[in-house]
């Protein structure tokens, strides 16, 4: 049995310890997270209120507890909804005649011409800014990067000898698509999957930063960042613990994306 890689043990960590805090939030905040308080405002971290408080009085640490369930949900549906789309394209693209797989790709490039940030200004300037709006853009900016991987490792599952040999035997293209390409590229879009949410973290945190993202008075870590820049030099920690909880999230899943990778791809880790 091989051991597990550190990588993906930090990885796991970091995950847990993040979405444990989001479960938390949802039963006990040392405080409510909106409420507004202004005789406390821009208080300094205590025993009563251990991270501060904002200008407007909220506590900061009952902001980031639940500013981690907003990011955590967008990450979710927006990953949800690249790998819906992403995945069945990745494998149509795999099993179809040249030109229409040509086609699907040369979609994909062009869908990868716009950044998640700039769909998300597309969108929101249409149907006004929102988390929804949000969790659509940025799942869609990263179906390429799922078609993408899918696709070539759909491309060596259809190489292998039983793949063949069900072709040989007259299955059909989807049954041959469902019973043996797709559980053999799971590992992949679990892989994906890890690193798309990275992404879609730091994306949410722009987004909400510019003001296209999560709306007040929902707690964001993107928002608290933004509200924050006015007091960069007579209160640094507004900005500090939004920004380090951002920077944590994001290195947790791209660790465990990265452990994951090498989890499932033994040679990987060989070759380092």
Not at 26 to 49: C, G, M, N, Q
Not at 246 to 260: K, R, Y
Request: charge should be positive; proline fraction near 7%; glycine fraction near 8%.
């Amino acid at each position: 049995m091989r051991r597990l890689n550190p990588s993906l043990i930090a990885g796991g960590v970091i995950v847990g310890v993040i979405v444990l805090m989001a479960l938390v939030s949802f039963v006990w905040t040392p405080y409510d997270a909106t409420f507004v308080d202004p005789s406390i405002r821009l208080a300094k971290p205590s025993w009563e209120h251990w991270f501060g408080t904002d200008k407007f009085g909220r506590d900061v640490l009952s902001q980031i507890m639940v500013g981690s369930r907003t990011t955590l949900f967008v990450g979710v549906v927006a990953v949800g909804v690249a790998a819906v789309i992403g995945v069945p394209l990745g494998i149509l693209a795999a099993m179809v005649r040249r030109w229409p797989s040509e086609f699907i790709m040369r979609a994909n490039d062009l869908v990868l011409a716009f950044p998640a940030l700039l769909l998300a200004i597309m969108f929101g300037a249409v149907f006004g800014a929102s988390t929804l709006t949000a969790m659509i853009a940025i799942g869609i900016a990263s179906v390429p990067s799922f078609a993408r991987v899918i696709r070539s490792g759909a491309l060596q599952v259809m190489r292998t000898e039983y793949v063949l040999a069900a072709r040989a035997a007259g299955r059909q293209p989807w049954p041959i698509a469902v019973r043996h390409v797709l559980p053999n590229v799971t590992s992949l879009i679990t892989v994906q999957a890890s690193v798309s949410f990275a992404i879609a973290v730091l994306a949410e945190a722009a987004l909400s930063f510019l003001g296209f993202g999560t709306p007040p008075p929902t707690p964001s870590w993107g928002r608290m960042l933004q509200e924050s820049q006015e007091f960069l030099f007579s209160a640094p920690r507004l900005a500090i613990f939004p920004g380090v909880a951002i920077a944590i999230a994001v290195l947790g899943f791209n660790l465990l994306g990265d452990g994951l990778r090498d989890r499932f791809d033994p040679k990987l880790e060989d070759r380092r």
